[in-house]
């Protein structure tokens, strides 16, 4: 028997679902290549971003960190709870997330030298493209 709701379709594909755990794993060997390359130490919307945190002491700075994180989990638990089209949003951001890391080769070509996270973020880059057409291929049929 059929389900019926009120809600439309935002099943996601087999192939949609593959392409995001290619990008998940390929997400977390980038941010190891940026952790083992130093980006952190070169990047500079990074460190401008995350300068506040230099003039704490290191637990404070982790709780805060880690409330920060918790509150965003919530607030991404909740959407999935009660917005049913929220995953198929979800994995777009994701996959937008994804061609932004396009900004590693950006800086390798500026400076004509390897930028911490350029090669895995090579691989995100096409992967994230061949994932945002399934997205907008799937939601078209």
Do not use: C
Not at 69 to 80: A, D, E, K, P
Request: hydrophobic share 60%; no cysteine; glycine share 4%.
């Amino acid at each position: 028997m059929k389900k019926i709701s009120p809600f439309r379709d935002y099943s996601i594909s087999n192939t949609l679902k593959n392409l995001f755990l290619v990008l998940v794993v390929l997400f977390i060997l980038h941010g190891v290549e940026e952790y083992l390359t130093g980006f952190y130490k070169v990047d500079l919307f990074f460190m401008q971003f995350f300068s506040f945190f230099e003039v704490m002491p290191w637990p404070q700075a982790a709780f805060l960190l880690f409330q920060a994180l918790w509150w965003l989990i919530l607030v991404i638990v909740s959407l999935f709870v009660f917005v049913e089209k929220w995953s198929y949003y979800a994995i777009a951001i994701i996959g937008l997330i994804a061609l932004v890391e396009i900004h590693h080769v950006y800086k390798a070509l500026a400076h004509m030298t390897y930028y911490p996270g350029l090669f895995t973020s090579l691989l995100i880059v096409v992967v994230g493209i061949f994932f945002l057409k399934e997205l907008f291929t799937y939601k078209v049929r």
